[in-house]
């Protein structure tokens, strides 16, 4: 991906949704707001953020933001709300959005659980992407596994009734893991994941990570649940 060119606050600001201000002022690092006291919070309200009441899907830990750009690219009808917990991330993937002038994306930078928990209405998001998150193979950090029975049941709360969550890993064992807890969780059934087929140019990939794998010849693991 090409550098895209430095932008002002003014430019990134109608594609960037921010924690309140008085989250960040407690809390500081999201990293750390996951742990943070309950407080009075007032949940996104989806039309007035994108101006329209089309349906919404979330990226999860959206990283340089490939996925947001082309399916937002491809579906103007769809909206998409990206939560990536580096702020760098947040705001290289922000200022290509804004770059494209694309009305239908917005970014977050905050713990997907905070944001999902406290922010996302229940039953009002189609679908719920996350795509290659990170292992954390050591024992001291994984406590910042994304996939835990908590997020799976988060993202049941979410998601509107046959609404989808589509994972996909580079991880067997992650795979093995999140097929196991999503078993656990009442609510979701297993459908056939979505089939990779050939790119056809050099972005031409779910992701930056999918490109780098698939590029390696690593397998793949992709599953979709829906909820019932
Ligand atoms: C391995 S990278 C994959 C990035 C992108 N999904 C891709 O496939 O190219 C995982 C991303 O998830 C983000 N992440 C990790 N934990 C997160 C959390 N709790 N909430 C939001 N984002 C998170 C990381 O900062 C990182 O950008």
């Not at 002002?8 to 990293?31: C, F, K, S």
């Not at 707001?33 to 979330?58: C, H, K, R, S, Y």
């Not at 917990?85 to 993937?93: D, G, H, N, P």
């Not at 996939?147 to 064992?173: C, M, N, S, Y």
Request: hydrophobic share 40%.
């Amino acid at each position: 991906m090409r550098k895209p060119r430095k932008m002002t606050a003014e430019e990134t600001a109608p594609y960037i949704w921010e924690l309140p201000p008085d989250l960040y002022g407690r809390w500081g690092d999201p990293t750390k707001a996951a742990d943070a006291p309950p407080v009075e919070m007032t949940p996104i309200d989806w039309p007035q953020l994108f101006g329209n009441a089309n349906p919404v899907e979330i990226e999860v830990g959206f990283g340089k933001g490939l996925f947001l750009i082309t399916s937002a690219t491809a579906h103007p009808e769809r909206n998409y709300f990206g939560i990536e917990i580096v702020r760098k991330y947040q705001l290289y993937a922000a200022t290509r959005i804004a770059g494209r002038r694309m009305p239908n994306v917005k970014t977050s930078c905050a713990d997907a659980k905070l944001v999902l928990d406290r922010f996302v209405p229940p039953g009002s998001v189609s679908v719920v992407h996350v795509f290659f998150p990170d292992p954390w193979w050591k024992t001291r950090h994984k406590k910042r596994l994304l996939f835990t029975p908590e997020f799976a049941a988060l993202v049941h709360r979410v998601l509107i009734p046959g609404g989808r969550l589509h994972f996909v890993t580079d991880v067997q064992d992650y795979f093995e893991w999140v097929t196991g807890t999503l078993v656990a969780t009442p609510g979701f059934r297993p459908l056939p994941p979505p089939q990779e087929s050939a790119p056809t140019h050099d972005l031409d990939y779910l992701t930056n990570f999918e490109r780098k794998f698939r590029q390696q010849g690593l397998p793949i693991y992709r599953s979709l649940y829906e909820k019932v």
